[in-house]
């Protein structure tokens, strides 16, 4: 494996919109840019004053909750506009004009941004999937695009990034499925789910575990202790359970602050803030990404409360329970992000748009040369896992289940063969995660040719 499957959050890593913001911002061509300048750039269309848009005040008439000094101010600001106009599930964000720079490190944890706030590969994949209007959005009034709401293309490329960076929230998804869909959960009741799935995940890493990644796999598990004993569960085996620790370097000191009430309508009697950072972050994609929502309180007290949109509570959808049952069906030989994946989104996502038959193989030929042209490298070879995940992505949205490992078995036979000596050239290894290819003008009408050579001994 390539080290422990899960990502330390912190608890402003809120919106899933931040992320298409930050990757929109980035130059496309990979080049270097300041902390400032991102800062900048990012502040410039999120933390305009909501007024500077009357049409999108009016939308958004419903914030109500401001002082005439934080109006004063510049509140509401667009971000909490658009997230409020368009009704998104959850008007929760963490991010102030004073901490921007969050957005930044949210994109370096989750391999958006590389050295030098260079934009990775994957962030340039996510870039291809927003519409023409992201890049207006800094020079515009504000009310042209909506990072916050979700298309269905995003949202099975956010779940397929964070399935494969953070094992821990698909373990969270099996756990919500098990409850009943009518169950409201607080934060405290989230936290324990959260500390339940970060153990299972790490148990599943144990056995496999490389050497060099002990390190990490220690800082991990110190941190699901910590949160452990802040939430006063048990720890699974015994605080010895994982000998493979011992004679580590120490982990880094985590965060233990004790003291103090929390707000109203936490069961808790003292903050948990290793539980929150783990846990809140988590449980507010899952609602950007329906698999939670924000349930309305059930008080009748005359007194006026906070719009459901607004509070720290949780209730899962028939979509948890869909998806659980889907993922067990799939196959799962080999790494199931390449081989069950697109089968586990269709059958519990997209149902809707399946079509009658099977994907055949001039189907995956479209979705591949569609996926190539609108990802591929100006110069050079591209990497192949970039196109054929946004080739199983495209598909899947439309109905079709075809695997990463589909379209991986379709350019091994066109290598293998030379099916396409003049128009298809490949680099680096033969492994999905390795290779690398660079087709010439004129593949695709090559590609379709050779459809019933490619078909035999290629199921899509």
């Not at 930044?104 to 340039?124: A, K, Y």
């Not at 209007?133 to 709401?149: C, L, M, V």
């Not at 459901?308 to 329970?321: D, E, H, S, V």
Request: charged share 25%.
């Amino acid at each position: 494996m390539a080290g422990v499957p899960w990502t330390k959050f912190q608890d402003f890593y809120l919106r899933l919109g931040f992320l298409k913001v930050l990757v929109a911002a980035l130059s496309p061509f990979r080049r270097s840019v300041t902390n400032d300048a991102v800062y900048q750039k990012l502040r410039v269309p999120l933390f305009k004053p909501a007024g500077t848009c009357p049409e999108l005040a009016k939308r958004a008439s419903a914030i109500d909750w401001y002082t005439p000094a934080e109006i004063a101010e510049g509140k509401p600001y667009i971000l909490e506009s658009l997230l409020v106009a368009d009704n998104c599930p959850s008007w929760l964000y963490a991010v102030t004009t004073k901490t921007i720079y969050k957005i930044l490190d949210w994109g370096h944890d989750v391999q958006f941004v590389g050295r030098g706030n260079q934009i990775t590969e994957r962030g340039l994949l996510l870039r291809t999937l927003l519409p023409k209007e992201a890049e207006e959005f800094f020079t515009s009034d504000g009310a042209g695009w909506n990072p916050f709401i979700i298309s269905p293309l995003e949202r099975l490329f956010f779940l397929f990034h964070l399935t494969e960076i953070d094992r821990v929230t698909v373990a969270l998804i099996d756990l919500l499925a098990d409850l009943d869909e009518s169950e409201v959960l607080e934060s405290a009741d989230a936290a324990q789910l959260t500390c339940k799935a970060l153990f299972g995940v790490l148990e599943d890493a144990r056995s496999s575990l490389s050497p060099r990644y002990l390190p990490e796999f220690r800082t991990a598990y110190d941190l699901a202790k910590t949160i452990a004993r802040e939430l006063e569960m048990p720890v699974p085996g015994g605080s010895g359970s994982l000998a493979l620790a011992r004679s580590l370097p120490r982990a880094p000191k985590v965060i233990r602050r004790t003291g103090g009430l929390v707000k109203s309508g936490s069961h808790r009697k003292k903050p948990n803030k290793n539980a929150d950072h783990q846990t809140i972050p988590r449980f507010e994609q899952l609602v950007d990404l329906g698999f939670l929502q924000k349930p309305s309180s059930e008080s009748k007290e005359p007194t006026r409360e906070r719009p459901p949109q607004r509070r720290w509570r949780y209730q899962p959808t028939q979509t948890c329970r869909l998806w659980a049952a889907a993922k067990k069906e799939a196959p799962s030989h080999g790494n199931w992000l390449w081989t069950g994946f697109a089968q586990t989104v269709v059958e519990s996502l997209v149902p809707e748009q399946k079509p009658g038959a099977r994907a055949t193989m001039a189907d995956a030929i479209r979705f591949f040369a569609d996926a190539y042209d609108a990802v591929h490298r100006p110069v050079g070879h591209t990497p192949f896992d970039s196109v054929a995940l946004h080739a199983m992505l495209r598909a899947a949205v439309e109905g079709y289940a075809i695997e990463i490992k589909t379209f991986h078995n379709l350019m091994l036979k066109v290598k293998k063969r030379n099916l396409l000596p003049d128009h298809v050239f490949f680099a680096s290894g033969n492994d999905i995660d390795t290779m690398f290819i660079n087709f010439r003008r004129g593949y695709r009408e090559r590609l379709i040719k050779a459809e019933t050579s490619l078909s035999e001994g290629v199921s899509a």
